[in-house]
T-cell receptor, first 115, second 109 residues
Framework: GAVVSQHPSRVICKSGTSVKIECRSL??????MFWYRQFPKQSLMLMAT?????????EQGVEKDKFLINHASLTLSTLTVTSAHPEDSSFYIC???????????FGEGSRLTVL | GNSVTQMEGPVTLSEEAFLTINCTYT??????LFWYVQYPGEGLQLLLK?????DKGSNKGFEATYRKETTSFHLEKGSVQVSDSAVYFC????????FGAGTRLTVKP
């Protein structure tokens, strides 16, 4: 079945640095990928929709300059957390639509800890 | 807009008890409906899905029926096991994906 790979699975960084998280669709082309943030014991919060070759669409309240999303190819989307702060510490998950199925396939998630 | 309302947890049941987790949705047109499960320490995985009215999705003893008249997609299982302890998310896909808040299920032996 379709597989979405996310990297890194865990990252610890110092406050003020930037962190890039990659999301790859391994055996299918994903014109649209989604980025979510999950706080402890809470649901997924959609951050943005990433469209290949165009600018991402951000949900209300999500800072586009803070969370840079690039979808340069049909199999790769990246989320860069710029100038990270401790409040950015969270579990970030990407997903991609399976081709013509409506099903969403999720990456394994990336746990970011900002010291 | 599209939204999903899911029964709040946490839910604690004894092994072999009957489970229902309610889910209702708001959407225009005909969304696809899903239940995802997140086991402790793991990512999300699809549990079951239904793509049109009256479809019944089923997997691992869980079932949910797409009820357009009541805009619902309640998750049921006749006899839960300890290994079913997880967080369950109801979701819809209507050109964008929306999730419910999640329901944490704990099954005790």
């Amino acid at each position: 079945g379709a597989v979405v790979s996310q990297h890194p699975s865990r990252v610890i960084c110092k406050s003020g640095t930037s962190v890039k998280i990659e999301c790859r669709s391994l055996d299918f082309q994903a014109t649209t990928m989604f980025w979510y943030r999950q706080f402890p014991k809470q649901s997924l919060m959609l951050m943005a929709t990433s469209n290949e070759g165009s600018k991402a669409t951000y949900e209300q309240g999500v800072e586009k300059d803070k969370f840079l999303i690039n979808h340069a190819s049909l199999t790769l989307s990246t989320l860069t957390v710029t100038s990270a702060h401790p409040e950015d510490s969270s579990f970030y998950i990407c997903s991609a639509n399976g081709q013509n199925t409506g099903e969403l396939f999720f990456g394994e998630g990336s746990r970011l800890t900002v010291l | 807009g599209n939204s999903v309302t899911q029964m709040e947890g946490p839910v604690t049941l004894s092994e072999e008890a009957f489970l229902t987790i309610n889910c209702t949705y708001t959407a225009t047109g005909y969304p696809s409906l899903f239940w995802y499960v997140q086991y402790p320490g793991e990512g999300l995985q699809l549990l079951l899905k239904a793509t049109k009215a009256d479809d019944k999705g089923s997997n691992k003893g869980f079932e949910a029926t797409y009820r357009k008249e009541t805009t619902s997609f309640h998750l049921e299982k006749g006899s839960v096991q300890v290994s079913d302890s997880a967080v369950y998310f109801c979701a819809l896909n209507n050109n964008d994906m929306r999730f419910g808040a999640g329901t944490r299920l704990t099954v005790k032996p």
